[in-house]
C-alpha cells in the first residue's frame, strides 16, 4: 500500500474536532481508520477511529450496541486494555475514539510467523497470553461510579481481539459483545439461545445456553494460548455446525501432540483452562496469569517488541510514513458539500486550526459584491469633492472677513445719507449730548486691523487721539442725532479713526 505525500494527504471526513484518514484494520461490525485531534494553539494527537459499517446506522439496536460499548469499555482502565478516549454520535455517524497502539493483532503475527515457517517463542506466547488475562481481569473487575461491580464479560476472546504492540505490550479491545449482550437484556431482547462471538474460540456453555461469565473468557483465551503454542487452530471443521460439535464434545487434543517442545507444566495449565466444566478451570483470570508467570520464565517487553517489529515489518513501515503524512497534512478542517443525508463526496479545505471554512460563494453573488464596491467608491469621492467645496465657502466667510465688509458697507451708507462736509469740524458736542469717546473707536480698530489700510497698524499702535483734535487726514462728515441721520447706531462703533 502507497500513500501520497504529506501536503497531499486529505483527511476523508470530519467528526467533531477529528480528521479521520485511512483505514487500517476492518472488522465485522466496523473499520478503525487513523484519526487526527486537532485542538488549540495548534495541539494535535494521532489516534485511532473506530467507525461502524453504514448499513449498521438504520438500525437503532447495533447503534445501541456500539454506544454501549463505548460507555462500559470506558471503565475499564489497565495497561493491557486499549483505552477509549472520546464517543461521538450524529446523525449519520457513530464513532469511538481509541488510544493508537503501533502494532498488530495477535492475528496478524501469528499468520505471519506460519507463512514464515517460524512458530511463536514460548517465552513470547506465555508473555503475551500473561497480558491478556491481566486486562481480562480488570474487566471482570471493573465498577461502576457508585462503586459497584460491572460483571462484565468480553465473550469475544479470539486473536483478532488481542493487539501487540512493538513496545511489547498485550491489550485487549473490543469489548462490544459482552456490552451489547448487556444493554439489550436491559430491554429485554436477548434471546438465550442467540450466540455472541466467533466460534471456533466460544465456550461450550455458552454454546448450550448458559450465561456468560468469567471463565468462558478463561477458556477463550485457553484456546488462544493452544494455538500459540500448537501453531494451528484448535478447533477446525468443514462448518461452524461441525466446531461446534466439536467444543461441545471435548476430549482436546494436548498441545504437545503436536508441539513436543512445549513443555509439561505449560501443558497443564492450557488444559486445566480448557475444562468443560466452568467450576474446573481458574477461578479468575488473575490467578491463570500467576499460575503462568511462576511456571516458565516470559519475555520482556523489549523482546515482545522486537518480535512484533520483525514480522510485521512491512506494514509497520508504511503505517508510520502515513503517520508521518497524517501528522504533516494540511488540511485541518473538512465538511460536507452536501446537505445532511444527502449523497456526495466530502469536501476538504485548508484552513488553519480553530477557524472554520467560510461557505463558497456564487459567481453571479460575487459580481453583485463588486459593482456595489464601485458604486460605494464614487458616492465616497463626490461627497469628498463636496465637502472640500463647503470647506473653502466658511473659509471665506470668517470672522475678519465679515467684520471688514461690514464697515465698508456701513461707511457707504453714511456716506449716502449725510449732508455734505463742512470745510470745518465744529468745535464741540451739542449740549445736552454725551460725546463719543475714544474708548469704543480704540476697540474698533482692534477688531478691524487685520483688514484696515496700510497705516492702520500705526495707527492702532499710536495712543489713542480725541475726536476733536486735528486730523491730517481729509475731514470726515459730522455725525449728528438729528432727523437726517438715518443710518444704523451700531455701525458707528465699526469705523476706526473715521469720528
Do not use: C
Not at 84 to 110: F, K, P, Q, R
Not at 244 to 254: D, M
Not at 294 to 301: D, E, G, K, L, Y
Amino acid at each position: 500500500m502507497t500513500y501520497p505525500a504529506g501536503d497531499d494527504k486529505q483527511a476523508h471526513q470530519r467528526v467533531g474536532r477529528y480528521e479521520i484518514f485511512d483505514p487500517i484494520a476492518a472488522g465485522g461490525m466496523a473499520t478503525v481508520h487513523l484519526a487526527r485531534l486537532s485542538g488549540a494553539e495548534g495541539f494535535s494527537r494521532v489516534v485511532a477511529v473506530k467507525r461502524m459499517h453504514p448499513h449498521f446506522l438504520v438500525d437503532p439496536a447495533f447503534k445501541a450496541m456500539f454506544i454501549a460499548e463505548a460507555r462500559v469499555a470506558a471503565r475499564v482502565r489497565h495497561p493491557n486494555v486499549v483505552p477509549i478516549l472520546d464517543v461521538l454520535a450524529e446523525n449519520d455517524e457513530i464513532v469511538i475514539i481509541m488510544d493508537y497502539v503501533h502494532g498488530e493483532s495477535l492475528m496478524a503475527l501469528t499468520r505471519a510467523a506460519r507463512k514464515s515457517g517460524t512458530s511463536v517463542p514460548i517465552e513470547v506466547a506465555s508473555a503475551v497470553m500473561v497480558g491478556v488475562l491481566q486486562g481480562l481481569h480488570a474487566a471482570h473487575t471493573a465498577q461502576d461510579e457508585q462503586g459497584r461491580p460491572l460483571g462484565l464479560v468480553h465473550r469475544d476472546v479470539s486473536p483478532h481481539n488481542v493487539l501487540v504492540g512493538t513496545d511489547g505490550v498485550a491489550r485487549v479491545l473490543d469489548f462490544g459483545i459482552a456490552k451489547a449482550i448487556r444493554a439489550r437484556e436491559a430491554h429485554g431482547d436477548t434471546d438465550p439461545g442467540v450466540l455472541k462471538g466467533k466460534f471456533s474460540y466460544i465456550a461450550p456453555e455458552l454454546i448450550q445456553g448458559a450465561s456468560p461469565s468469567p471463565q468462558s473468557d478463561l477458556f477463550s483465551a485457553s484456546v488462544v494460548f493452544w494455538e500459540l503454542l500448537s501453531g494451528t487452530k484448535l478447533f477446525q471443521g468443514v462448518n461452524e455446525q461441525e466446531r461446534l460439535v466439536r467444543i461441545v464434545q471435548g476430549n482436546y487434543a494436548s498441545p504437545r501432540s503436536l508441539a513436543p517442545h512445549v513443555p509439561q507444566i505449560l501443558e497443564r495449565i492450557v488444559m486445566r483452562g480448557l475444562e468443560l466444566e466452568p467450576e474446573q478451570r481458574h477461578a479468575s483470570a488473575l490467578e491463570m496469569a500467576i499460575e503462568l508467570e511462576n511456571a516458565v520464565p516470559v519475555a520482556s517487553q523489549r523482546i515482545v517488541g522486537e518480535w512484533v517489529s520483525k514480522l510485521a515489518e512491512d506494514v509497520l513501515a508504511q503505517r508510520t510514513e502515513l503517520i508521518h503524512q497524517v501528522e504533516a497534512s494540511s488540511i485541518s478542517v473538512v465538511r460536507r458539500s452536501v446537505a445532511p443525508g444527502a449523497s456526495g463526496p466530502a469536501v476538504v479545505s485548508a484552513t488553519p486550526p480553530g477557524f472554520e471554512a467560510p461557505p463558497p460563494v456564487a459567481p453571479e453573488l460575487r459580481a453583485t459584491r463588486a459593482k456595489q464596491r464601485r458604486f460605494g467608491l464614487g458616492v465616497a469621492a463626490v461627497a469628498g469633492v463636496v465637502f472640500v467645496v463647503l470647506g473653502l465657502v466658511l473659509a471665506l466667510r470668517s470672522p475678519a472677513h465679515d467684520a471688514t465688509t461690514s464697515a465698508h458697507d456701513a461707511e457707504a451708507a453714511l456716506q449716502a445719507t449725510s449732508p455734505a462736509p463742512s470745510a470745518t469740524l465744529p468745535a464741540a458736542n451739542p449740549p445736552n449730548t454725551a460725546p463719543v469717546t475714544a474708548a469704543p473707536a480704540k476697540s474698533a480698530a482692534t477688531v478691524a486691523a487685520p483688514a484696515a489700510a496700510p497705516d492702520a497698524t500705526s495707527t492702532a499702535s499710536s495712543p489713542a487721539t480725541p475726536h476733536h483734535a486735528p486730523s491730517t487726514r481729509s475731514p470726515a462728515p459730522a455725525i449728528t442725532k438729528g432727523p437726517a441721520h438715518v443710518g444704523p447706531k451700531r455701525r458707528a462703533a465699526y469705523l476706526p479713526n473715521e469720528l
